[in-house]
């Protein structure tokens, strides 16, 4: 069980958009730890999306963006493209375990 | 740009060891933060444990505590996870990733398949 829950999947057609939340508790996300987001393409080593909630490493599109509110924290990503088939975490860190911490992951299928 | 390549797969037979190295390119390892992820096979990622070679010290998830040792070679600028006692569960994926502020991760390693087996 996963201490940052993100639903197990999310599925959308090309050239729409989608969200993908992730929500904590007051140990983590709601104790203003910043939240990440990476990618994980099939086979491969995950990749940094978005860091410190709302900013993207240079060469991540704009299509790719995170917020946060509370507890929680969401990724949205406009323009679905068929390369955006991955798996997608969240982490953040959590202050009553000290350690970092990861959603579950979220599957997105482009139909 | 910091790169980070680790070592090859390995096969162990339960209740022996594995140490696996993440050798940095591009960058001084010294100044950085490197941790350790594992990935399960179809499972998600679980944070092991960090070493800040600087310091010459390792923080370790409370699970894998009694059994993870990580370190740092500022000579060869490698980092190292060994995990003891293995079991049929440690079967996985491990990463070795930089550190950044505010606790991201970024580069990973390519990840490195252990594989527990009798």
């Known amino acids: 069980q996963s201490v940052l829950t993100q639903p197990p999947s999310v599925s959308g057609a090309p050239g729409q958009r989608i969200t993908i939340s992730c929500t904590g508790n007051n140990s983590n996300i709601g104790a203003n730890y910043d939240v990440h987001w990476y990618q994980q393409l099939p086979g491969t080593a995950p990749k940094l999306l978005i860091y410190?909630?709302?900013k993207r490493p240079s060469g991540v599109p704009d299509r790719f963006s995170g917020s946060k509110s509370g507890a929680s924290a969401s990724l949205a990503i406009t323009g679905l493209q068929a390369d955006d088939e991955a798996d997608y975490y969240c982490?953040?860190?959590?202050?009553?375990?000290?350690?970092?911490?990861f959603g579950g992951g979220t599957k997105l299928t482009v139909l | 740009q910091v790169q980070l390549e680790q070592s090859g797969a390995e096969v162990k037979k339960p209740g022996s060891s594995v140490k696996v190295s993440c050798k940095a390119s591009g960058g001084s390892l010294s100044f950085n933060t490197i941790s350790w992820v594992r990935q399960v096979p179809g499972q998600g990622l679980e944070w092991m444990g960090r070493t800040i070679p600087i310091l010459g010290i390792g923080f370790y998830a409370q699970k894998f505590q009694a059994r993870v040792t990580i370190t740092a070679d500022k000579s060869t600028n490698t980092a190292y996870l060994e995990l003891s006692s293995l079991r049929f569960e440690d079967t996985a994926v491990y990463y070795c990733a930089r550190e950044r502020a505010q606790v991201s991760f970024d580069p990973w390693g390519q990840g490195t398949l252990v594989t527990v087996s009798s």
């Open positions: 982490q953040s860190y959590d202050n009553s375990l000290n350690i970092c911490v």
């Open positions: 410190d909630n709302t």
